[in-house]
């Protein structure tokens, strides 16, 4: 027997460890797409809130270059806020959705909240003399502070902002690379720190510290992609641009001179004209590439989109010999996406697909539904054929078999099929044809008319 | 007269150097890929080859690599749209290096320099 479980939603009962809990609610808030001060302040919250670890207030400290910046510090501002915070968080059943929006409740209240006590706190990592809290983030050391006004290693204006006597100093680092501090008290119930409670901050700090780790080298890797997709879209571009420019150039200069037939005008301004309309398209091609941005996904019919396309003159037109046959389930349910840009879509595979069969070959468009949650449109060919090697660079930027392409077609198929949270598949052989399928999501079913 | 080999898939930019290299006093060939470029190489005899680089099915790199194996005295100058192959070039396959502009001064003027030499 095989049963299956959604990692995502343990749903833990109250009579199981409460650390389980806590450290369910993380890494569930991990998985969200929230930003990260979102998720850190989950973190400080689980740690601070009554089904948590328990401490009374949590500070985050974030680095920054070989600096390290006081950010956040979750908690109530006296013992009266505490009893009705932690009355809130406790409430079994309560999630990372709540505790962020607690969260940003907290923050954005106004400005004597406990965060504007810690942001002016910076510390130079680099520095010989550090002191406390900094120590802690540059040696990866949890540091439990008992009588910290006796203590000479603190440094005084931390002291002075934290106010209390003892606290707990937790590293965030992952590999090498140090990532920030978390300081946690008890100041309201003045319960002493145990070792149990460092066990399980320390936990939480291996937590929060690989996962700033992974979003840097994420952000990181984005910006990295960003750079290289700049720099070829630099050079294809200057391509696109250059060779039009140097013919205009040319005939232009011919023009100039006295030595020119009328016959040789005439043709030279055609030429020129040419290349001029050549230009435009390439800007206009690139101008709808880099539009695409849908975040806003509408219900929409596929059928009359489709036959919108199929029946465009302009597609029809270029049609030699090859028959488009459109084959769509009766009552399909409408999908998600922008209609404009999935019709688009489909122009740029189907005038593929013609391009690419023999006169007397034929295009299928077929609809119908995958499962419950997926509506799948099918744009077969009996065209030549991909091999592998073309295949795989399909989505690449750039990447055309034309002789004038531009290489953004399918790329930009893919862009609105990732943006309409759809996908796109993608079977060929060659000799035989290819085969595209986009998956869209069902939307909300088909209105009366249906 | 000096004979120009000229590969380059564009046909509007094979017409114009064509007619400008004519003005100038060349006997002009036009090829429009690697192939037809080949094949012209082992029919007749060329003082200079002025090839694109980027070209559907072999592009310049495969030509200049196989001429160099066919007809290691011919000067090459490679003309192309994109500046960022230079440096790329110059060390191993071309005798001048000009990227495609509106005008056809450096062209020329590389052209000339070469034959003249």
Partial sequence: MIERFSFLAPNFQSQEPRELALLSIISQSFFQPFSIEDNLLVILTALTSGSGVGFNRAMLFRTDGDKLRGEAWLGPRSAEEAKTIWEVLSTPGIGYIEIIEHNRWLLTRQSESLSQIVKPLVYSLSQDNLTIPATSAARKEMLLVQNARQEPLIDPKFLAAIGVEEFLCVPLYARDEIMGLIILDNAYTKRPIESKDIKLASLCGLMAGNYMYATLLHNKMIEMERLAALGEMAVFITHQLRNPLTTIGGFTDQLLTNRIGEAKKRRNLEIIRKEIRRLEDVVTKLALFLKVDVRKTVPFDLKSTLLGVVQNPDLTMKNGGIEVYLDIEERL?????????????????????????????????????????????????????????????????????????????????????????????????????????????????????? | MKRILIVEDEDALCLLYKEELTQEGYAVTTAGNAEEALSALKREPFDLIVTDIRMPGRDGVELITEIMGLRKDIPIIINTAYQSYKQDFMTWAADAYVVKSSSLVELKSKIKEILDR
Avoid: H
């Avoid at chain 1, 295949?391 to 790329?411: A, I, Q, Y």
């Fill in chain 1, 333 to 450: 349910p409408n999908v998600l996406g922008d209609p404009t840009y999935v019709g688009e879509a489909f122009r740029n595979l189907i005038a593929n697909a013609m391009e690419a069969t023999a006169p007397g070959g034929r295009v299928t468009v077929q609809g119908g539904r995958e499962d419950q949650n997926w509506v799948v449109i099918c744009i077969q060919d009996t065209g030549k054929g991909m091999p592998p090697s073309v295949r795989d660079k399909l989505f690449s930027p750039f990447f055309s078999t034309k002789d004038k392409g531009m290489g953004l077609g399918l790329l930009f198929v893919k862009r609105v099929m990732d943006a309409s949270g759809g996908r796109i598949e993608v079977e060929s052989e060659v000799g035989r044809g290819s085969l595209f399928r986009l998956f869209f999501r069902s939307g909300q079913e088909r209105s009366a008319e249906a």
